[in-house]
């Protein structure tokens, strides 16, 4: 599997990304989940799964934590320079770094398919000192629970169309939408044209509604 980047930045990049969070909620305030929904809107979520040298390893989790802030709309607070690399905040940040490397998966995509920053944190003292593998297998488990017809579902919400509007946007006959939202038609089988006329019109990407996760384990 050919990964976003090379596994020298992969240490940076899990450190930066723990310090971050840990410094947001903990030394500044924030709440988790929101912050973390911030660094995915931010578009840095996104430069690290470009591989951008500025955000893996050139720039400190404190920095990280700023820039997110001031990017999202809010700047934290003027505090101390106070990171605690113990704390469950950090261990899922540098999870979280460590799960987007090893699955090749973008922080969003991992979002939107159930294996959230919160359900990582809620499994800190279960997982945080054992091996990465039991983290990779919990990661795998939350994101096979996600169906490719639940993941058309979302998109198609997100989007605001009805079964019936999607169905005559792209082409597609209302049953074969309502076989792939159910389960009766696999989606990562489907057509390409079909596919591809979903993807156009909900302006995600074909791999946003597949729910096959390689085999990790």
């Known amino acids: 599997m050919t990964r976003a980047y090379d596994i020298a930045y992969l240490d940076d990049a899990m450190a930066s990304l723990g310090a971050m969070m840990d410094y947001a909620v903990n030394t500044c305030g924030e709440e988790f989940s929101l912050f973390y929904a911030r660094f995915l809107a931010s578009g840095i979520a996104d430069a690290f799964s470009r591989a951008n040298p500025k955000y893996l390893g050139g ?11 001031s990017r999202t709309g809010n700047a934290l607070p003027k505090e101390d320079d106070l990171v605690d690399i113990g704390s469950p905040e950090y261990w899922t940040g540098w999870t979280l770094a460590y799960l987007s490397w ?22 800190y003292p279960v997982l945080h000192e ?18 490719g017809g639940e993941l058309l579902r979302r998109a198609r919400k997100n989007a605001r169309l009805t079964q019936r509007q999607l169905s005559a946007i792209a082409g597609i006959p209302l049953t074969v939408i309502r076989s792939y939202e159910q389960g009766k038609r696999s989606l990562k089988n ?18 946003d509604l597949f729910a096959f996760v390689g085999d990790y384990l």
């Open 190 to 207: 489907a057509e390409t044209g079909n596919v591809r006329s979903i993807c156009r019109v909900l302006g995600c990407r074909g791999e």
């Open 102 to 123: 090893y699955l090749n998966m973008d922080f969003r995509t991992m979002q939107s398919r159930g294996l959230t920053a919160q359900s990582l944190l809620d499994r």
């Open 59 to 69: 720039m400190s989790g404190i920095e990280l934590a700023s820039l997110v802030a």
């Open 130 to 147: 054992a091996d990465p593998s039991k983290a990779v297998r919990f990661a795998v488990g939350r994101l096979k629970e996600t169906s």
